[in-house]
């Protein structure tokens, strides 16, 4: 079960970082790379098999990966704001 456009456009509407951004910043994108994430977990719980799935889950980690390190590099301040409020690492 992936999110619905509603779900993405709240997730893009609360990690915006300019009025005019509709989910390009690299910020929504980790945001809504999370809760994909988060919602594909769940389902690899109970489909333990399902082997494109995972494929994709895995992708899905490495490319948030890729655009948090971006974002770490650009702006280290922004970067530990947003670990924070997505609740990544501890």
Not at 13 to 18: F, P
């Amino acid at each position: 079960m992936s999110i619905t456009k509603e779900q993405k456009a709240e997730i893009v509407q609360s990690y915006k970082t300019t009025d005019a951004d509709n989910g390009g910043s690299a910020a929504s994108q980790v945001a809504v790379l999370t809760a994909r994430i988060r919602n594909l977990t769940e389902h690899m719980r109970l489909n333990h098999k399902d082997k494109h799935s995972r494929r994709g889950l895995l992708l899905m980690v490495n490319r948030r990966k890729k655009l948090l390190a971006y974002i770490k590099k650009r702006n280290p301040m922004e970067y530990d704001i947003l670990i924070k409020k997505l609740g990544l690492r501890k």
